[in-house]
């Protein structure tokens, strides 16, 4: 992440350029010397100029921008919805959404929203935030509260609980949840009879499934040094029974435990051997385009990856099915789904918060919930959505979900969740590499957390 001192000099850049006291030129020049790529220094740039926001071309039209999460779907189910929007209740009340496409990686997407948030800019209005984040955009002051005018308790009601839970900081509701996700086992329903209950199962079926050449590979999961890594870590740490603060004392950190150092040391021994080597440089897509091609038998992956692999074109069109994350060791309290999500947040500096929300209302409402559920197998936070015959129909996941939602845990909750984030992506990667072992990697993962909690 980001240090104090590359931190200050962008600020500074930032006020010199706000107040013409910098070309274009110098400041591209004095962004990448300070390590910015040339994409990241360019949407700065943009961002410290700060283009949306307006009235459109007859006056009477507010122009917003929503920036997701990357929509692997084709056609677009985000462009879908907002196409809904435009030409609904946008059309009525004089608002235009323009979806903007997002990166393959939340990492990329929170650099992009700390550049344009630095520079007090608003070129994007609402902003989709993975679930890990709102606590930093609340104590940053970056975003907009809902109000119990706008959303009142009664309408929150009909939502997830766990989803709420994670857009409220401080007692504010600071985002509006527009979906969960959950990990998942995707197993092949035409390889594995019985889908296994621990992670020594998953490695004896993947090796069975290779030894006989039903697949090339047995399982794929996300092993780059990014957000995604982490979530497959904690799944495999909670599999085991461990943990990495203590759940009754968040100031303690408790990683360095013979859990963590078994569940590490398995996804260590699966690098190269059940799972390819590339797997280190596998994020969300990357493993289920291997799955979808019909070359490994199991993978871990959100439940975005059911209507995609279900879709035409899909080599394992309905020859695969779902179950719970697995356990370890001799832990036997079942198997943990890391809880990931998106929330959608207005932008603290748009003059368009009353517009923001009317969009953010209508993607919570049950016909743009039900789409993303229909099209996109979308974990959505309308909970009427989940016993829906329509969506039961159309994506039998759903009816499969409710035992792995009540037993799925968060990552852990801080202002500094990139930090601490960072701390464990550095240092899980260097021990997938083999460049740190696995107790080596735990104990620098612990000192380091206990520095940032304190
Ligand atoms: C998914 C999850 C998000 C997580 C990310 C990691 O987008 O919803 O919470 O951080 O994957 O890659």
New binding site residues.
């Given amino acids: 992440m980001m240090t104090p001192e590359r931190r200050d000099a962008m600020d500074e850049m930032i006020v010199k350029i706000r107040s013409g006291r910098l070309t274009r030129r110098s400041f591209l020049e004095r962004a990448t010397a300070i390590g910015l790529s040339s994409t990241a220094a360019v949407s700065l740039l943009e961002a410290c100029g700060g283009t949306s926001g307006n009235t459109g071309g007859n006056g009477s039209t507010v122009n917003i921008v929503w920036q997701s ?2 929509d692997s779907t084709t056609p677009s189910v985000y462009q879908a919805v907002t196409n809904d929007f435009n030409n609904s209740v946008g059309r009525q009340k004089g608002i235009h959404v323009t979806w903007q496409q997002g990166p393959a ?3 990329d997407l929170l650099t992009k929203y700390d550049d344009m948030l630095r520079a007090r800019s608003h070129s994007i209005d609402v902003m989709s935030v ?3 984040y709102p606590a930093e955009f609340a104590a940053n002051g970056w975003s907009k509260p809902i109000t119990n005018t706008q959303w009142p308790s009664s309408a929150r009601s009909n939502y997830l609980p766990g989803p709420i839970q994670s857009c409220t900081f401080q007692g504010n509701l600071v985002a509006a949840p527009l ?3 959950l990990g998942l086992m995707y197993y092949r329903k035409d390889i594995i009879t019985t889908p296994p209950a621990t992670w020594d199962d998953l490695v004896s079926m993947s090796k069975e499934a290779v030894a006989k050449g039903k697949t090339k590979y047995g399982y794929v999961w ?1 092993g780059a040094q ?6 497959d870590f904690v799944e495999v740490l909670y599999g085991f029974g461990g943990t990495i603060l203590d759940p009754n004392d968040s100031k303690k950190v408790t990683v360095n435990s013979p859990a963590a150092q078994q569940a590490l040391a398995a996804m260590v021994s699966w690098v190269g051997t059940i799972s390819p080597a590339a797997v280190t440089t596998y ?2 897509d990357d493993a289920r385009l291997v799955w979808q091609n019909g070359n490994s038998a199991f993978m871990r992956n ?1 439940p975005y990856a059911y209507s995609l692999g279900n879709a035409s074109g899909s080599a394992i069109a309905n020859k695969f099915d779902i179950h719970g994350l697995l356990t370890g060791g001799s832990n036997t309290d079942g198997g943990h789904s ?5 929330n959608l947040a207005i932008n603290a500096y748009t003059p368009n918060g009353d517009a923001s929300w009317e969009f953010i209302n209508y993607l919570l409402g049950p016909a743009a919930q039900k789409k993303l559920a229909i099209d996109a197998s979308q974990t959505v936070s309308l909970q009427s959505v989940y016993d829906d015959s329509d969506v039961l129909a159309k994506q039998p996941l759903f009816g499969k979900l409710k035992p792995i939602l009540q037993n799925a845990k968060p ?1 852990p909750v801080s202002p500094r969740y990139p930090d601490l984030s960072n701390v464990l992506q550095q240092h899980l990667y260097a021990a997938l590499k083999k460049q740190e072992t696995p107790s080596a990697a735990l104990s620098a993962i612990s000192s380091s957390l206990q520095t940032l909690v304190s």
Avoid at 226 to 231: D, K
Avoid at 338 to 342: A, D, E, V
């Fill in positions: 999460e990357k990686s939340t990492n993975d679930v890990v979906r969960t996700d996300q990014y957000e995604g890594l982490v979530c994020q969300e959100w890391c809880i990931g999500g998106w990552r």
